[in-house]
Protein backbone atom coordinates (compact mmCIF):
# COMPACT_ATOMS: atom_id res chain seq x y z
CA UNK A 1 0.00 0.00 0.00
CA UNK A 2 1.35 3.42 -0.75
CA UNK A 3 2.62 4.92 2.30
CA UNK A 4 1.44 8.27 1.01
CA UNK A 5 -2.01 7.61 1.70
CA UNK A 6 -3.60 7.93 4.81
CA UNK A 7 -4.98 5.58 7.73
CA UNK A 8 -8.16 6.78 6.99
CA UNK A 9 -7.93 6.00 3.76
CA UNK A 10 -5.80 2.60 3.61
CA UNK A 11 -8.90 1.12 6.37
CA UNK A 12 -11.34 2.49 4.41
CA UNK A 13 -9.58 0.56 1.37
CA UNK A 14 -9.81 -3.02 3.23
CA UNK A 15 -13.69 -2.32 3.87
CA UNK A 16 -14.20 -1.78 -0.17
CA UNK A 17 -12.07 -4.18 -1.10
CA UNK A 18 -11.59 -7.51 0.41
CA UNK A 19 -14.08 -6.87 3.40
CA UNK A 20 -16.75 -6.89 0.45
CA UNK A 21 -16.13 -10.60 0.33
CA UNK A 22 -18.21 -13.33 2.19
CA UNK A 23 -17.59 -13.51 6.08
CA UNK A 24 -16.29 -17.05 7.02
CA UNK A 25 -19.63 -18.99 6.95
CA UNK A 26 -21.87 -16.13 7.76
CA UNK A 27 -24.77 -14.19 5.86
CA UNK A 28 -22.95 -10.84 6.26
CA UNK A 29 -19.86 -9.69 3.91
CA UNK A 30 -16.58 -9.30 6.58
CA UNK A 31 -17.43 -5.25 5.96
CA UNK A 32 -21.23 -5.62 6.84
CA UNK A 33 -19.94 -7.83 10.24
CA UNK A 34 -17.63 -5.02 11.44
CA UNK A 35 -19.51 -2.10 10.85
CA UNK A 36 -22.38 -4.09 12.68
CA UNK A 37 -19.89 -4.86 15.70
CA UNK A 38 -19.15 -0.90 15.55
CA UNK A 39 -22.94 -0.03 15.42
CA UNK A 40 -23.15 -2.29 18.51
CA UNK A 41 -20.48 -0.70 20.59
CA UNK A 42 -21.99 2.87 19.57
CA UNK A 43 -25.31 1.97 20.74
CA UNK A 44 -23.87 1.00 23.88
CA UNK A 45 -22.09 4.16 24.62
CA UNK A 46 -18.79 2.73 24.34
CA UNK A 47 -16.28 5.35 24.15
CA UNK A 48 -14.49 6.49 20.68
CA UNK A 49 -11.34 4.34 21.26
CA UNK A 50 -13.47 0.80 21.66
CA UNK A 51 -16.18 1.57 18.76
CA UNK A 52 -13.15 1.79 17.04
CA UNK A 53 -11.58 -1.29 17.99
CA UNK A 54 -15.45 -2.94 17.64
CA UNK A 55 -15.29 -1.45 13.94
CA UNK A 56 -11.72 -2.57 12.99
CA UNK A 57 -11.20 -5.91 15.19
CA UNK A 58 -11.06 -8.11 12.05
CA UNK A 59 -9.20 -6.44 9.49
CA UNK A 60 -6.14 -8.86 10.72
CA UNK A 61 -8.02 -11.40 8.35
CA UNK A 62 -6.73 -9.05 4.89
CA UNK A 63 -3.65 -8.32 6.24
CA UNK A 64 -1.51 -11.56 6.77
CA UNK A 65 -0.41 -14.41 4.54
CA UNK A 66 -2.54 -16.52 5.99
CA UNK A 67 -6.14 -15.36 5.65
CA UNK A 68 -9.78 -16.32 6.92
CA UNK A 69 -10.21 -19.39 4.79
CA UNK A 70 -6.92 -20.91 6.24
CA UNK A 71 -8.57 -20.49 9.67
CA UNK A 72 -11.26 -22.37 8.67
CA UNK A 73 -9.85 -25.32 6.80
CA UNK A 74 -7.50 -25.24 9.70
CA UNK A 75 -4.70 -22.82 10.15
CA UNK A 76 -4.98 -20.48 12.55
CA UNK A 77 -3.81 -17.45 10.88
CA UNK A 78 -3.65 -15.36 14.06
CA UNK A 79 -6.03 -12.75 13.01
CA UNK A 80 -6.74 -10.54 15.99
CA UNK A 81 -2.88 -10.02 16.59
CA UNK A 82 -1.92 -9.22 12.89
CA UNK A 83 -4.75 -6.41 12.92
CA UNK A 84 -3.73 -5.12 16.15
CA UNK A 85 -0.05 -4.89 15.21
CA UNK A 86 -1.07 -3.22 12.01
CA UNK A 87 -3.24 -0.47 13.73
CA UNK A 88 -0.60 0.21 16.23
CA UNK A 89 0.70 2.23 13.73
CA UNK A 90 -1.77 4.81 14.33
CA UNK A 91 -3.72 3.72 17.06
CA UNK A 92 -2.87 3.45 20.83
CA UNK A 93 -3.38 0.28 23.57
CA UNK A 94 -7.19 1.51 23.66
CA UNK A 95 -8.31 0.36 20.27
CA UNK A 96 -5.50 -2.58 19.57
CA UNK A 97 -5.71 -4.50 23.38
CA UNK A 98 -9.39 -5.60 22.98
CA UNK A 99 -8.43 -6.18 19.29
CA UNK A 100 -5.55 -8.06 20.00
CA UNK A 101 -7.82 -10.15 22.89
CA UNK A 102 -11.19 -10.48 21.14
CA UNK A 103 -9.94 -14.27 20.07
CA UNK A 104 -8.39 -15.13 23.70
CA UNK A 105 -11.99 -13.50 24.72
CA UNK A 106 -14.15 -16.00 22.90
CA UNK A 107 -11.86 -18.79 24.73
CA UNK A 108 -12.53 -17.23 27.92
CA UNK A 109 -16.09 -16.97 27.49
CA UNK A 110 -16.20 -20.35 26.79
CA UNK A 111 -14.59 -21.38 29.66
CA UNK A 112 -16.09 -19.39 32.27
CA UNK A 113 -20.05 -19.52 30.91
CA UNK A 114 -21.64 -22.39 29.45
CA UNK A 115 -24.48 -20.79 27.86
CA UNK A 116 -22.17 -18.47 25.64
CA UNK A 117 -20.55 -21.78 24.58
CA UNK A 118 -24.09 -23.04 23.22
CA UNK A 119 -24.97 -19.40 21.34
CA UNK A 120 -21.95 -19.30 18.48
CA UNK A 121 -22.12 -19.41 15.23
CA UNK A 122 -21.21 -22.63 14.03
CA UNK A 123 -18.56 -21.08 12.44
CA UNK A 124 -17.12 -19.53 15.57
CA UNK A 125 -17.27 -22.78 17.05
CA UNK A 126 -15.75 -24.06 14.66
CA UNK A 127 -12.38 -21.77 14.81
CA UNK A 128 -12.82 -21.85 18.20
CA UNK A 129 -11.02 -25.21 18.09
CA UNK A 130 -8.24 -24.03 15.65
CA UNK A 131 -7.54 -21.28 17.93
CA UNK A 132 -7.23 -23.28 20.98
CA UNK A 133 -10.38 -24.72 22.45
CA UNK A 134 -11.77 -22.82 25.82
CA UNK A 135 -8.73 -21.51 28.54
CA UNK A 136 -8.12 -23.77 31.35
CA UNK A 137 -7.74 -21.80 34.85
CA UNK A 138 -4.36 -20.38 34.63
CA UNK A 139 -5.48 -18.67 30.84
CA UNK A 140 -8.52 -17.44 32.55
CA UNK A 141 -6.78 -16.01 35.37
CA UNK A 142 -3.91 -14.42 33.16
CA UNK A 143 -6.73 -12.82 31.14
CA UNK A 144 -8.62 -11.61 34.07
CA UNK A 145 -5.25 -9.77 34.96
CA UNK A 146 -4.64 -8.03 30.93
CA UNK A 147 -5.87 -4.29 31.40
CA UNK A 148 -8.33 -4.05 28.64
CA UNK A 149 -10.07 -7.16 29.71
CA UNK A 150 -13.20 -6.10 29.81
CA UNK A 151 -12.96 -4.31 27.08
CA UNK A 152 -12.04 -7.33 24.97
CA UNK A 153 -15.12 -9.19 26.26
CA UNK A 154 -17.53 -6.40 25.22
CA UNK A 155 -16.00 -6.12 21.92
CA UNK A 156 -16.57 -10.36 21.52
CA UNK A 157 -20.05 -9.90 22.73
CA UNK A 158 -20.67 -7.32 19.88
CA UNK A 159 -18.67 -9.22 17.77
CA UNK A 160 -20.74 -12.64 17.99
CA UNK A 161 -23.89 -10.06 17.82
CA UNK A 162 -22.73 -8.69 14.55
CA UNK A 163 -23.73 -11.16 12.07
CA UNK A 164 -27.73 -10.12 10.89
CA UNK A 165 -28.30 -10.44 7.24
CA UNK A 166 -31.55 -8.62 8.18
CA UNK A 167 -30.09 -5.30 10.46
CA UNK A 168 -29.87 -1.83 9.22
CA UNK A 169 -25.86 -1.54 8.67
CA UNK A 170 -24.25 1.65 8.96
CA UNK A 171 -21.65 2.19 6.16
CA UNK A 172 -17.90 2.92 6.71
CA UNK A 173 -18.18 6.24 5.98
CA UNK A 174 -20.26 6.28 8.99
CA UNK A 175 -17.65 5.67 11.58
CA UNK A 176 -14.84 8.28 10.15
CA UNK A 177 -15.59 11.20 12.53
CA UNK A 178 -14.67 8.76 15.19
CA UNK A 179 -11.31 7.81 13.75
CA UNK A 180 -10.88 10.87 12.65
CA UNK A 181 -11.42 12.23 16.45
CA UNK A 182 -8.75 9.36 17.03
CA UNK A 183 -6.45 9.99 14.39
CA UNK A 184 -6.41 13.61 15.46
CA UNK A 185 -5.69 12.97 19.28
CA UNK A 186 -2.20 11.48 18.26
CA UNK A 187 -2.50 8.54 20.45
CA UNK A 188 0.54 6.71 18.42
CA UNK A 189 3.08 10.06 19.63
CA UNK A 190 1.72 10.25 22.63
CA UNK A 191 3.23 6.50 23.63
CA UNK A 192 7.11 7.51 22.19
FE1 LIG B 1 -15.44 -10.74 14.03
Known sequence: MSRRRGPAEQIRDLFAGPGSED?????????????????????????????????LHDVGHFLGELSGHDLMSGTDNRHSHTGAAWLSQWFGAGVTDPIRLHVAAKRYLCAIEPAYAAQLSPA????????????????????????????AVSLRRWDDAAKDPGAATPTFEHFRPVLSRLLAGGSVEARH
Do not use: K, N, W
Open 23 to 55: YLGEDVTQSQHMCQAGALAESAGAADELIAAAL
Open 124 to 151: SAHTLEVQGGPMDQEQVRAFEAEPYFAE
